[in-house]
Nanobody
Framework: QVQLVESGGGLVQPGGSLRLSCTASRTIFSINSMGWYRQAPGKQRDMVAAMSSGDIIEYADSVKGRFTISRDNAKNTVYLQMNSLKPEDTAVYYC?????????WGQGTQVTVSS
């Protein structure tokens, strides 16, 4: 199993930045892929950014050029740097890990972009 703990959400003005962190309970070398999803009220949960163990990275079109996913292997942590935030980025952001073909989710962290 994998436990995921997220942090870093909050309230930010349009154009601002936030960095989300997700720390896994096991070495991320053993995890097939990790990534970030988000879910706005009344909408489905969508992929934002994902990184495979082979460093293949994928972004949703809506965040390309603004968001960056990265990882620190020594800290078993994956980050999502979010720049140039827009009101439509407002959502609960969830960390996701795929380990031995099973998905695991963090508890979610709220990101609100508003003036």
């Amino acid at each position: 199993q994998v436990q995921l703990v997220e942090s870093g959400g909050g309230l930010v003005q349009p154009g601002g930045s936030l960095r989300l962190s997700c720390t896994a309970s096991r070495t991320i070398f053993s995890i097939n892929s990790m990534g970030w999803y988000r879910q706005a009220p009344g909408k489905q949960r969508d992929m934002v950014a994902a990184m495979s163990s082979g460093d293949i990275i994928e972004y949703a079109d809506s965040v390309k050029g603004r968001f960056t996913i990265s990882r620190d292997n020594a800290k078993n942590t994956v980050y999502l740097q979010m720049n140039s935030l827009k009101p439509e980025d407002t959502a609960v952001y969830y960390c996701n890990a795929r380990y031995r073909s099973l998905p695991y989710w963090g508890q979610g962290t709220q990101v609100t972009v508003s003036s």
